[in-house]
């Protein structure tokens, strides 16, 4: 059986650490012979500093989908360049700030007290001019006015909005968190862009009582997540 955990506001409370409790916990899950897979927003770039030494072998699902990382290096989906082109233009006549993803460096205008600044892994990755990203896999648009956002319904684009940190995060048309996971997997996540995810779980459990929690088959507060993941490795996860 998969195990698939979203990252920040589900195992992380603070953007950097992930509690000894739940690490423990999901551990446990490896050692009872499930294999385990992260997915977040961030990009693999990001997923990696926050992850201990027992996960940094684990699948990786970046950039809510774009980026996926497997044995086999890290598979990247880019938007195509006509359609990079029309987010640049609606970036520039919008003046909005942003922070854009390939599948290692990166480029970034928004507010460096902004918290998802402080999520970007900077060793070994560059922040580069919009125009210097050879491609582009994410963009995360901060403060987006009503007629910009408009603007970005008309893209064949994927949307996230994220009101707690007023943002919109934008990824290539049809990809999300579940893409590329084959088989019954059971996932923990708490926001929308883990929608996909609780929709194609065989059972999946929402941390907080957010607007994705009427998706999932369970919802628990963050003092129950390790408890939780402890339950599922002794079989009894689906029972409460």
């Known amino acids: ?90 970036v520039e006549q919008y003046r909005l700030s942003y922070l854009a993803d390939s599948d290692w460096d990166f480029a970034y205008t928004g507010d460096k007290a902004h918290p998802i600044y402080n999520r970007i892994h900077h060793q070994g990755a560059k922040n580069v001019e919009l125009n210097e990203l050879p491609q582009m896999c994410k963009l995360v648009l901060f403060d987006v006015s009503r007629e910009a956002l408009d603007e970005l319904t008309k893209l064949s684009v994927t949307i996230s909005q994220y009101a707690s940190e007023n943002i919109v995060d934008i990824s290539p048309l049809g990809i999300h968190k579940a ?3 084959q088989g019954d997997f059971i996932a923990f996540g708490n926001d929308m862009n883990d929608r996909t995810l609780f929709e194609a779980a065989q059972y999946s459990v929402c941390v907080g009582d957010g607007e994705v929690a009427k998706f999932a088959s369970r919802v628990i507060t963050k003092r129950e997540v390790a408890h939780t993941i402890r339950q599922f490795a002794n079989h009894r996860g689906m029972d409460k």
């Not at 423990?24 to 693999?44: C, N, T």
């Open 1 to 90: 059986m998969y195990f698939v955990f979203d990252i920040d506001g589900t195992i992380s409370f603070d953007g950097k650490t992930i509690s000894e409790e739940i690490q423990q916990a999901i551990v446990l899950l490896m050692e009872v012979g499930h294999d385990i897979v992260f997915a977040s927003a961030r990009p693999i770039r990001d997923l990696l500093p926050i992850l201990p030494e027992a996960f940094q072998r684990c699948q990786l699902i970046g950039g809510n989908g774009a980026l996926m990382r497997g044995h086999d290096g890290v598979e990247a989906i880019y938007f195509e360049q006509a359609l990079r082109d029309k987010l640049c233009q609606i």
């Open 179 to 181: 893409r590329g996971l």
